[in-house]
């Protein structure tokens, strides 16, 4: 079955070969999705996720724009999602709504194998594996836009086929207009399927003009409905004009700002990030097939392999479209390869680089399914078995996908994950009336936002992105939406005065002073740009935030060990969360907080300038902080043990009475001992070792002191 000839009779009898299909493809595909949906929507998380997603619910909510390029689609389908659907808090919605993407995108997948090569199990295998796998269940039950991004792959390799198959040149012209117009809107989404676009616009143009279907007028026609797709951008600077969103992103009014944001500028166009080295290409793609391997198996690799292998036989169906496939998951590959610059030695930042292996996974779940049926018809045609053979297609489609189900299930079922829901209400409860919070990263910028806009948490805190401070369009667009902050000018720079543009910038500090009628916090971390603050201020630890207090108040270690000790409600276990999640980071972040008072009091007992009965006080603090944190919970971040460590060698030159030197140095042995034990990546280790080789001396001769 081909595009090639003209006969009546291969007219005919493609028409006849299509009508099943036709009917068994829609069926097949609406069991797929209603099973998938099923499993999604029961495994969907309650409250917002980590990453973007607290901004993207944010900015659907509010109507204001997402972050580069702007997501216009997903914003608006989204906001329908949060004012229909009526069950669950305002990112559940979200939530349910890209779970339905996903379903949606495992029956276009299904569609495609079964059009490809007639068989249901070949696309249940394809659908199956793709949607189970770990990447493809996280992604699409999070307010997120890769569910929707795998949606529209699915619909453009549909759509190729269905053209592919197309008998007639009116039926090839309606499916080139709609794949126009699909391919519009999937740019309204994800920028990195544009690599897919660019493989398929080509291959449907040759095919029209080998068929003698191609004209100049045919062509404008199909280019306005390639930009009607790109219609929903128009949101951008409608959004952006009438200014209502308490949450948005960028200046779209004018050409400059809409382009800057379109092409994600501010990022760095074709990059994952700005001013950042990643790993080599050969990394990140040998990374990509071992991460492939895991997510789909070794089978499906092998599968899709075969796939491209039956092509050397002349009487297979569509080879074509077999090779436009691969050709699509090459190109994609090699290019996000080269583009992405994050190093993946970091977790978090490998968590970040495979959601976008999603896509080329998704191509290969197909040939892998078009690769099943190949491999049975050839099987087929050597033993002359049809019905068993059948029955093992089938077999080994169901436990593939079985197998996925079962391996993913536990860990991709969020039914219960309420981790970033609880790091977000407890930074917010733990802050005073009317506080400002300076926000840092997207952890506790986007999961604050969406609690503070989306749930009507503390509407008494004023939120105010350090980052986008910076940024020119950011206090003439937010400035009214912040009504209990001052501004000493239109843009923070820690050098003072009046650009070019008339715009005024102002200082830290200055903003400090200006606010002086409220408790200012940072959170997480402070703009290391501007040093400007330490002229008058301190920082002192609030949890995961930081306070910034006048210098002319004392402090007080008693007032604030009282203060900060049961400031979060924090029942996560350690450890327990995969490194590459956000879960993983806040669940950090709240238990690093536990030792943030105890580090802070031990640090100022080393640099200030105190009297030594003060200093010893405030390491009789620290010693005391870090004993109680450390034996609190079983399992703990590991540089607790070092610090403690050290916290229990300085009380040891203390020599103070009431003290045990051989406890002291058995705790400072033990505790050194288990961190080289934990952190062997710590580049002062073989120092660590030397000293533990020189207490335990110390300790045997203050033993056989004893003794004698």
Request: glycine fraction near 6%.
């Amino acid at each position: 079955m081909g595009l090639h000839g003209d006969s009546r009779d291969l007219s005919r009898g493609r028409t006849a070969r299509a009508g099943p299909r036709r009917s068994g493809g829609l069926r097949g595909g609406a069991a797929v999705f209603a099973a998938v949906a099923a499993v999604f929507t029961l495994t969907l998380p309650p409250s917002v996720p980590g990453g973007d997603s607290g901004e993207l619910v944010t900015a659907a909510y509010e109507l204001g724009v997402a972050h580069p390029p702007g997501y216009p689609l997903f914003t608006l389908v989204a906001k329908l999602a949060i004012v229909l659907f009526p069950i669950g808090s305002v990112a559940y919605r979200v939530n349910l709504l890209c779970g339905l993407f996903g379903a949606v995108a495992a029956s276009l997948l299904f569609f495609t194998v079964f059009r490809l090569s007639g068989s249901y199990a070949g696309g249940i295998l394809a659908a199956g594996v793709f949607s189970f796998s770990h990447l493809t269940w996280q992604w699409s039950t999070a307010a997120e836009v890769f569910s929707l991004n795998n949606l529209f792959v699915g619909l453009l390799m549909a759509l190729t086929v269905r053209f592919e198959e197309a008998a007639t040149a009116k039926e090839r012209s309606k499916i080139a207009k709609i794949g126009a117009f699909c391919c519009g809107l999937s740019l309204c989404n994800q920028h990195t399927i544009v690599l897919y676009v660019l493989c398929i616009i080509p291959w449907i143009l040759f095919r029209l003009l080998k068929q003698k279907e191609l004209s100049l007028g045919s062509l404008l026609k199909l280019s306005l409905y390639f930009s009607a797709g790109l219609l929903p951008y128009l949101y951008l600077p409608i959004s952006s004009y009438l200014n209502q969103a308490r949450w948005t992103w960028g200046d779209q009014t004018t050409l400059l700002g809409f382009l800057t944001h379109f092409l994600r500028e501010e990022y760095g166009t074709f990059s994952l990030a700005k001013s950042e080295t990643g790993s080599s290409m050969s990394e990140i793609l040998h990374s990509q097939v071992t991460n492939m391997r895991t997510e789909l198996s070794f089978n499906i690799q092998v599968l899709a392999v075969w796939a491209n292998i039956c092509l050397a036989r002349k009487d297979r169906p569509n080879p074509s479209l077999v090779w436009l496939f691969t050709g699509m998951f090459c190109i994609y590959s090699l290019f996000f390869a080269w583009r992405a610059n994050l190093d993946i030695s970091k977790p978090l930042f490998m968590g970040v680089v495979e959601r976008f292996w999603m896509q080329s996974n998704a191509v290969v779940a197909v040939l892998a399914g078009v690769g099943l049926s190949a491999l049975v018809s050839e099987s087929n045609r050597v033993l002359n078995n049809s019905i068993g053979l059948q029955c093992l297609e089938w077999l080994s489609a169901m436990i593939l996908v079985t197998y996925q189900i079962y391996s993913n299930y536990r860990i991709c079922d969020q039914r219960t994950n309420y981790v970033i829901d609880k790091f977000a209400k407890n930074l917010l409860a733990s802050m005073p009336q009317d506080a400002i919070i300076l926000l840092r990263g997207d952890l506790p910028g986007n999961s604050l936002r969406y609690m503070h806009y989306c749930e009507g948490l503390r509407p008494d805190i004023s939120l105010v992105d350090q980052e986008m401070m910076t940024y020119e369009w950011y206090l003439p667009k937010m400035a009214k939406h912040l009504p209990g902050v001052n501004f000493p000018g239109d843009r923070w720079n820690p050098v003072e005065g009046i650009l070019p543009s008339g715009m005024v910038t102002f200082n830290l500090y200055h903003f400090l002073e200006i606010n002086k009628q409220k408790e200012t916090f940072v959170c997480i971390g402070i703009h290391e740009g501007d040093p400007t603050w330490k002229k008058n201020y301190s920082l002192w630890p609030w949890g995961s935030c930081d306070k910034l207090v006048p210098s002319e108040i004392v402090f007080n270690p008693d007032e604030w060990i009282k203060l900060t000790r049961n400031i979060y409600n924090w029942t996560e276990e350690y450890g327990r969360f995969d490194p590459s999640s956000w879960e993983s980071v806040a669940n950090e972040e709240m238990w690093q907080a536990r030792m943030k008072t105890a580090f802070f009091i031990f640090n100022l007992a080393e640099t200030a300038n105190v009297p030594s009965n003060v200093k010893t006080q405030l390491y009789t603090h620290a010693y005391n902080l870090y004993k109680e944190i450390v034996y609190l919970r079983k399992e703990h971040p590991v540089n607790w043990h070092k610090n403690y460590a050290i916290a229990c060698e300085r009380m040891l030159g203390l020599r103070e009475r009431d003290t045990d030197p051989e406890v002291l140095l058995s705790e400072t042995i033990r505790h050194f001992h288990l961190y080289t034990q934990k952190a062997r990546n710590d580049p002062q280790l073989a120092d660590i070792l030397v000293a533990l080789k020189h207490l335990r001396e110390e300790l045997q001769s203050l033993r056989n002191r004893k003794n004698v």
